[in-house]
């Protein structure tokens, strides 16, 4: 049998109800099972009205586990239980795994204290003990009895040379994979702030892809000089004062100026200063709406401690007046303090309101700002991506003038005789050229405003995002806390209608 949710619920609820004041038994009696606060579980087969087990699955909820037995089950491999950081015992005896090194799965558990392997084919190996005492150092317990240090330094003795190859093993694989989520968190910080893939060439080389002709103009000598020497300083000046004035940027404008830089290496370079200033300002950001959340949490705390004070008072009042209540003997007299128990209800629900209502209007002035705040930075970064890709007919004309004198050229039989065949048959036809001419240009113009728009896109739609987001979440949790404090002021008035009727 496969194991899935309804499986763990199942076993969940047993466990529960054979203990109902175990761990997993209180967090049962919730409205719904959250299985990222159990901490222990049981799947053996004996305790369960279903059929063995026979691979381990689906246990990626269960974050906090500490204690897993599987044991009386059909089990052949201990796998998919990488999310179970903070396990201790694993319990897997009578099952079928039959060899030692499908064991070894068990070695990224550091905190492992006891495991039981008994009943398996594996156990009854040559050296299973010592086997295991080597692989696993820090296990304490191994099939319930003491792993004493004797046998742990016996089988390090043993297992030494092997032990210290499987170390270097793991260690490489650690390293390579810790270099793999550095990679993941760069990448994920980069499309955070929306400047992913612009610390390189690749906006450059997606101007000039899916354009053959265009591949083909490149191939006239002056079009590639021109490709790879033409500053770009013309094309810059648009934007620039804007630009330097806003981020200092002296040494990207006296960079421009080199004409020896190539045409890939100056929009490179732009890209790069986009980039950086893309991560500068998402930090910005970030650190803008970690301090609303955290004015947002202390607002929210301060109002629970004054409600909670008012709760106390009132709770401890309440309970005199129950007290009194229940020693008179006069109706009318009772009517009368009853009447005004429920005045000091009111009165307490209208405090409670009143503090809610205050609550709610601080967190609309603070929610308030955050959007005035996060609004300008974006507008700002949306203005500075919209100066930044530079990009004019100045380009395009000097092109423009090489195809014709080319055109020229061949309408002489002027051409240079080591031009390639296909640049040749290009410029047989006028037409054909201009129109490649103008399809490079679109194209590139293309690829710049689309990755400019993108960039905007999502960066205003990340701000509507979160706006929205906090605002739901402030209005779901402000009709929460009235509903609580209905419940609670409607629970009351039934004490008081109870008591009052006992009296009759």
């Not at 002489?412 to 390639?420: A, G, Q, R, S, T």
Request: aromatic fraction near 8%; charged fraction near 30%; charge should be negative.
């Amino acid at each position: 049998m496969l194991m899935d949710e309804e499986i763990l619920r199942k076993a969940i609820v047993e466990q529960a109800e054979q203990d109902p004041k175990d761990q997993a038994g209180l967090i049962v009696k919730a409205e719904d099972i959250h299985f990222n606060e159990i901490l222990k579980l049981r799947l053996e087969y004996r305790n369960l009205s279903f059929n063995s087990i026979k691979k381990i699955e689906g246990l990626e909820s269960l974050r906090k586990l500490e204690v897993l037995n599987l044991s009386n089950n059909k089990i052949s491999v201990v796998e998919n239980m990488d999310t179970l950081e903070r396990i201790t015992h694993f319990f897997i005896a009578n099952n079928l795994i039959g060899k030692l090194d499908k064991v070894l799965y068990l070695r990224r558990f550091k905190n492992l204290f006891a495991v039981n392997l008994f009943g398996n084919p594996v156990s009854r190996e040559d050296d299973y003990k010592l086997f295991v005492a080597a692989y696993f150092p820090s296990l304490v317990c191994l099939d319930y009895r003491l792993l004493d240090e004797k046998t742990k330094n016996e089988a390090s003795i043993k297992y030494h040379y092997v032990l210290e190859e499987m170390k270097r093993e793991e260690l490489s694989m650690q390293q390579a994979d810790e270099a793999e989520q550095r990679q993941e968190s760069e990448v994920k910080l980069h499309t955070n702030a929306f400047v992913e893939f612009l610390n390189g060439s690749f906006l450059f080389k997606s101007m000039f892809e899916d354009d053959p002709e265009a591949e083909t103009l490149h191939c006239v000598p002056e079009v590639a000089h021109l490709l790879q020497t033409y500053p770009l300083l013309s094309l810059f000046l648009i934007h620039a004062g804007v630009l330097i004035i806003k981020y200092n940027l002296w040494k990207l404008a006296l960079g421009f100026l080199n004409p020896m830089l190539t045409f890939e290496h100056q929009m490179v370079e732009l890209c790069m200063q986009l980039f950086e200033i893309g991560l500068a300002e998402h930090k910005r950001r970030e650190t803008e709406v970690n301090s609303f959340f955290g004015g947002q949490n202390k607002a929210v705390m301060e109002y629970q401690q004054k409600a909670s004070e008012i709760l106390a008072n009132f709770e401890q009042e309440q309970k005199n007046r129950i007290v009194e209540l229940k020693q008179l003997s006069d109706p009318d007299l009772l009517e009368v303090q009853i009447n005004h128990c429920n005045d000091e209800i009111n009165q307490l629900c209208n405090s409670l309101m009143a503090l809610e209502f205050q609550l709610v209007s601080q967190l609309e002035d603070i929610i308030k700002k955050l959007d005035i705040d996060i609004s300008d930075m974006v507008d700002n970064f949306s203005e500075t991506v919209q100066g930044t890709y530079p990009f004019s007919d100045n380009y395009n004309e000097k092109v423009r003038k090489i195809a014709v004198a080319t055109l020229d050229d061949v309408a002489k039989d002027k051409l240079d005789k080591d031009m390639p065949d296909d640049v040749k048959t290009l410029f047989t036809d006028k037409d054909k050229v201009m129109d490649a001419l103008t399809t490079g240009h679109d194209n590139h113009l293309m690829k710049i405003n689309g990755r400019e728009t993108q960039l905007v896109t999502r960066v205003n739609a990340w701000k509507v995002a979160l706006i929205n987001g906090i605002q739901d979440k402030e209005l779901k949790r402000n009709r929460m806390r009235i509903s609580d404090i209905l419940r609670y002021v409607g629970h009351l008035r039934e004490q008081l209608e109870e008591l009052q009727y006992h009296h009759l």
